[in-house]
């Protein structure tokens, strides 16, 4: 069984997640241009080794940051999204 | 870059279409080792958007005339493809399909149980059947072929036509002067070219971020299995609607199956419990008497998934760099059409007007294929 950790309800079965979108992202305005629209909408770094992404634990409904590396499956750590975005 | 299906077709296509004979293929590993070798050799055209019909269509044209023409038998057997419906939705779904492959021109047809039934007897048919049957969307002309036959036909033509294959030769770094590609560096040394174009599915994102930029591609393990041999018991290249499980027989008749991706972004070439878990339940669930059987291999392939499920065939933000990426759970079907409109694009230096809509622009323009909404693929 895989398990990843959301910061709220501590270590849980991966079918209760769902991958949202790599973290780091910018939303655009209405002055970005469609290229800037298209960046921020579909395109990914979708890095081979270590990750950090936003997931959405289904169970609680609350999205986090979590730590990861793409090709082990290992977890090096989770936090809230607003934590992450206050730092 | 990347010596599977779609670079050795683009290589002998380049050779064969265009008397360009001076290429190099470049392989990290072995040829065909990727994808080519880990899916489950279903070919077909049954596509929702007339865009996607007309690649996939192009695609199976040519697969049917492969063995001949490479004089190669790649086992090309057009049993048939059934899209299994379990219920009212599923019919009205399979309906909607049929009628916009009839209106692109394709062999499709409504199946009702009955006809159902009588092409796969084996499926369930008891009181109890969480998914049973109601009918299907039949295309005659699907079937399976031999994938490993189709990387290796494509080798020795192309070879026999002077391109080099260079296996064990990882691409390190791209050489870009003036702003465009000049060649690639390699384990092996420096391969200078003006023209250079990836078909490395699985390492799409990595090689495009060495050459500085990105994809919109995400990867995904997809995983497969087979069971072991069996007397001939099913004779269709088979996909539930219900389950997402799509599953043929092997001419040496084993159950060759798998379903929809791993949900988790992965890298690794192993795939996780649930989606293996969700695949078997759902084959056994459909085929009760399989349960008796016994798993051979189960392995993954790394797959790169495009927002809207379509591949990108066109040429990349950098000048002499081509791309050829983003065919998801479903690039061996499109070997043929893949390589013949790369081999154009890069020969001429424009787009073959099959190619023209899956430029990377489409996500700028917002004019996406949605083939994951279209025609329900298991994406």
């Not at chain 2, 049973?132 to 699907?142: C, H, K, L, Y």
């Not at chain 2, 043929?248 to 972004?265: A, T, Y």
Request: with cysteine; aromatic share 8%.
């Amino acid at each position: 069984m895989h398990l990843i950790c959301c910061p709220f309800c501590g270590n849980r079965d991966e079918t209760e997640f769902r991958f949202a979108v790599e973290a780091g992202k910018r939303r655009g305005s209405v002055s970005s241009s469609p290229d800037e629209w298209a960046k921020y909408l579909y395109f990914q770094n979708n890095v081979k080794g270590d990750t950090r992404e936003v997931w959405m634990h289904l169970t609680c409904g609350e999205l986090f940051i979590l730590s990861r590396n793409s090709v082990t499956h290992s977890i090096h750590g989770s936090e809230p999204v607003r934590k992450a975005a206050e730092a | 870059m990347g010596g599977g299906g779609h670079g050795l077709a683009t290589a002998y296509y380049l050779a064969k279409n265009h008397g360009i004979s001076n290429v190099a293929i470049l392989e990290k590993g072995w040829i065909g080792g990727g994808n080519t070798g880990r899916n489950t050799t279903a070919v077909r055209s049954n596509y929702f958007y007339p865009e996607s019909v007309a690649l996939y269509e192009f695609s199976l044209q040519l697969y049917e005339r492969l063995s001949k023409e490479l004089n190669y038998n790649i086992m090309l057997s057009q049993r048939g493809g059934l899209n299994v419906a379990h219920s009212e939705m599923d019919m009205e779904i399979a309906a909607r399909l049929v009628n916009a492959m009839q209106i692109n021109g394709i062999d499709a047809e409504l199946f009702d149980r009955r006809q159902v039934l009588k092409v796969v007897p084996l499926l369930n048919t008891g009181p109890n059947a969480r998914y049973p049957v109601f009918g299907g969307v039949w295309q005659g002309r699907a079937g399976i072929c031999r994938h490993d036959a189709v990387a290796w036909g494509y080798a020795r033509a192309a070879s026999h036509l002077g391109v080099d294959i260079i296996q064990n030769c990882e691409v390190l770094d791209f050489i870009i002067e003036g702003g465009a590609c000049r060649g690639v560096s390699t384990s092996r040394g420096e391969i200078r070219s003006d023209r250079v174009a990836m078909a490395v599915a699985g390492h799409s994102s990595m090689l495009s971020a060495k050459a500085g930029f990105s994809l919109p591609i995400q990867s995904y393990s997809l995983q497969a299995m087979v069971s072991e041999p069996v007397k001939p018991v099913l004779d269709t290249a088979l996909l539930s609607i219900g389950t997402g499980t799509y599953a043929n027989q092997s001419d040496k008749g084993e159950i060759v199956f798998g379903g929809g991706l791993d949900r988790i972004p992965s890298y690794a070439q192993r795939g996780n419990p649930p989606a293996h878990d969700h695949t078997i339940s759902g084959l056994i669930e459909m085929f009760p008497a399989f349960g008796q059987l016994k798993i051979l291999r189960q392995w993954a392939g790394i797959v790169d998934v495009t927002p809207d499920s379509s591949p990108i065939i066109g040429p990349s933000p950098i000048p002499g760099l081509y791309l050829d990426c983003g065919w998801g759970t479903g690039g061996f079907k499109a070997i043929p059409a893949g390589g013949w409109l790369l081999a154009h694009l890069m020969a001429t230096g424009s787009h073959h007007e099959i190619s023209k809509p899956f430029d990377l622009d489409r996500f700028t323009t917002g004019r996406l294929i949605d083939e994951a909404a279209g025609s329900g693929i298991a994406h």
